[in-house]
């Protein structure tokens, strides 16, 4: 049993789709995702890639992938690496596949300059939350997350600054 990671390369637009589909089942989040195959060509592999994967092939065939980018901190004045998913097919659970991919994302977060790496869980995924405490993640209590999406964020885009006013805060 052999576990090996690389980088996503175009070609693997099929499986970063599969992995991001069955994430989602696995979240019961299903009925969110629309994402196809050209969008993740064009933000992963295009001109100005938005994110990038870390594929994890598990005696040759996918077995888990990591997608992240990089974000800034004004408070630490340093880049900070964003872990967007992660997900390890549930068969394969329990080998390390996982964690090697952390390890990964770490080691490019020290190499990048960056002073942190985040991510998100759901409050109920307590097999997720007990494996990050286990690596030493700290989970950001006073802390909400705040979306803008669809039909509210063309709403925002489109909002009109207050009369007399320049927009700005």
């Known amino acids: 049993m052999s576990l090996a990671l690389r980088d996503a390369r175009p070609g693997d637009e099929g499986v970063v789709a599969r992995f991001i589909r069955e994430l989602a089942q696995y979240e019961k989040l299903s009925h969110e995702v629309v994402v196809d195959e050209a969008s993740l060509t064009t933000h992963l592999f295009g001109e100005r890639p938005a994110a990038y994967v870390v594929i994890a092939e598990w005696d040759g065939a996918p077995a888990g992938f990591a997608l992240y980018f990089f974000t800034f901190s004004t408070f630490l004045g340093r880049p900070s690496l964003y872990l967007e998913d992660l997900f390890v097919r549930p068969a ?75 927009g700005s805060i």
């Open 92 to 166: 394969l659970r329990g080998k390390g596949i996982g964690e090697a991919l952390l390890r990964s994302l770490a080691a490019r977060a020290i190499e990048r300059g960056c002073g942190r790496m985040e991510w998100s869980v759901l409050d109920w995924n307590e097999p997720a939350l007990g494996f990050y405490k286990k690596l030493g993640a700290v989970p950001m209590k006073d802390w909400t997350v705040h979306r803008v999406t669809g039909p509210a964020l063309d709403a925002l885009a489109r909002r009109m600054p207050p009369e007399g006013g320049d």
